[in-house]
């Protein structure tokens, strides 16, 4: 039923009836309309204090979630800030919708205050770019984003709303939203896939991408422990299968043990679900190209896939682990290639003391491990912070890490804003480097406005380590533009409103830990590091 409204308000409407709880941004003046509509809706609007933290935390949900994270932001500057949310949801094909506010459409082509092209900025790392000139297209349009953001390899879909366009008074109303099928695997690809695994001896299981649900993720992992299949996980895609069943054998790409990149390279069979075979996983192109190789994806095109493909089974990755599950299989691997694989893994993933003065991660590592809730999310921007919580912390729990597989820096904490928001019952903790945590901090504002609350634990080594590591490979003893000077972490947590603590020795991060728990409020914990640390250290693996 239709009835007399404004292109502003009926985007609201069609949001709230596909479901969407919340949306993250920054107001402009060129969406009022919208900002009107959403006064009094049932969706929540999150105001952050910078669009890129609106970015990162519409990206977050809609990695958490089963349906798109939104943010909104204006013209110009303010589409240039949330710019790194866009390339991180292309790359990490995670579903995002961004509405952008622009110019009056008569002022276009004149340089008018904050005019950009749309198109030309983002048409490179979106899925969709479209812009609303139809206002009776209105809920038309933002229903399609959804379902595109969703279907095949999720992605990002920019909406630019042009500010007068968004006042016109129409006869319309909202549609019905779009279901986006969850492929099934056929019948004769099973069978094929079948007759694979029973002639391999060294088959091997790489799991990835978004669309993982417990149900799914349990029964690929039962399988998969059930025939002797090692199952490795994409580059920052931890969380796929709970790494209590004993298939779980670690992840490939950055920071992976030598071990598993043996393995890669030594499998007669790769059947990578809801991932390709890309740059990271492989080492830059160089590993598990020669195996006979097997992609379960439901992207027809298989973007960022490199080298060979024997068969593409075009599934939803929870259908095709339901499916796979059910069958029998005649698959026999070789003797203990499972149980070295587990061993190799469980050696890995313990803890090492690095040694070093100040802040040892890896023992405060294995004291998180034992206060942290078993289906706590974890959330970390990028950085060599991030390899101590990837090597050492478990996921059992779906849907539980949200961290970009594009290396974008500021996302730790802005995910785990949006973390907290939409899952109020669950804990959340962020490792945050030093750098990573002052791209997006201010976001701990944002999450006392709303009633957030997640523990970040910020590693302060004064310097941009990842870079600096680099540096001494490439130009020892020549460092040059990686040194920061560092505010009081915890005293500017308690600015905020928060809770702030210093923690010196890792023996003491056990009860600080929990004095930030009890808090109940967004919290830091800040522990200072060596700064010739650099990564855990490294076992023989």
């Known amino acids: 039923m239709s009835t007399t409204t404004t292109a502003g308000h009926l985007i609201v409407a069609q949001l709230e009836r596909a479901g969407i709880q919340r949306v993250y941004g920054v107001p402009g003046e060129s969406f009022l309309d919208v900002l009107d509509g959403l006064h009094g809706s049932s969706i929540e609007t999150v105001v952050t204090r910078h669009e890129g933290g609106a970015g990162f935390m519409a990206l977050a949900e809609g990695r958490l979630t089963e349906l798109p994270g939104v943010a909104m932001v204006t013209r110009g500057p303010g589409a240039a800030n949330a710019f790194i949310a866009i390339h991180t949801a292309h790359q990490d094909a995670t579903p995002m919708i961004l509405f952008v506010g622009l110019i009056p459409v008569a002022d276009r082509g004149r340089e008018s205050f904050q005019e950009f092209d749309i198109n030309a900025w983002f048409g490179s790392t979106a899925k969709k770019v479209v ?64 007759t694979k695994l029973a002639a391999a001896r060294k088959p091997l299981i790489v799991v990835g991408g978004e669309g993982w649900d417990q149900s799914s993720s349990d029964a690929l992992a039962g399988w998969a422990s059930h025939h002797g299949v090692p199952v490795l996980a994409d580059f920052r895609a931890y969380d796929a299968v709970p790494h209590s069943s004993d298939a779980y054998a670690g992840y490939l790409g950055y920071a992976r043990s030598d071990a598993n990149a043996r393995r890669l390279d030594e499998a007669d069979l790769l059947v990578f679900v809801g991932c390709v075979r890309a740059d990271v996983l492989s080492d830059g192109y160089k590993c ?88 706590a999310i974890i959330t970390y921007g990028a950085g060599n912070h991030s390899l101590w919580p990837a090597r050492y912390l478990r996921h059992n729990t779906a849907n539980s890490l949200a961290a970009p597989r594009n290396g974008a820096m500021g996302m730790g904490i802005p995910a785990a804003v949006a973390a907290s928001l939409a899952y109020p019952g669950r804990q959340v903790i962020s490792v945050a480097g030093d750098g990573c945590f002052l791209m997006n901090g201010q976001e701990m504002a944002t999450a006392m406005s709303h009633g957030g609350k997640f523990i970040a634990l910020v590693v302060d080594n004064g310097i941009f380590a990842t870079i600096r590591e680099h540096q001494e490979g490439h130009y020892p003893g020549r460092p040059s533009g990686t040194h920061m000077t560092n505010p009081d972490f915890a005293a500017l947590a308690r600015s905020y409103g928060g809770y702030g603590e210093r923690v010196e020795k890792a023996e003491d991060f056990g009860a600080a830990f929990r004095r930030a728990v009890e808090s109940g409020l967004p919290a830091v914990l800040h522990l200072p590091q060596d700064p010739t640390t650099r990564s855990p250290k490294t076992a023989s693996n």
């Open 131 to 194: 812009t609303l000139d139809d206002a009776a297209s209105a809920a038309r349009v933002v229903d399609d984003a959804i379902f595109t953001a969703l279907s095949g390899r999720p992605g990002p879909v920019v909406i630019g709303l042009p500010e007068d366009v968004l006042v016109h008074a129409i006869e319309s109303g909202t549609v019905e939203p779009r279901t986006v099928p969850r492929s099934e695997p056929a019948a004769a690809d099973l069978a094929d896939l079948e």
């Open 288 to 375: 598990g190209l020669d195996a006979v190789t097997v992609v379960v994806n439901p992207d027809a095109d298989l973007l960022g896939h490199f080298g060979r493909l024997d068969q593409h089974i075009p599934a939803h990755v929870a259908s095709f682990a339901r499916a796979l599950a059910a069958t029998a299989s005649a698959v026999e691997p070789a003797a203990s290639w499972l149980a070295d694989a587990r061993a190799d893994y469980e050696k890995f993933s313990t803890a090492q003391p690095d040694g070093g003065t100040d802040v040892d991660l890896a023992v405060v590592m294995e004291i998180l491990k034992q206060e942290m809730d078993p289906d």
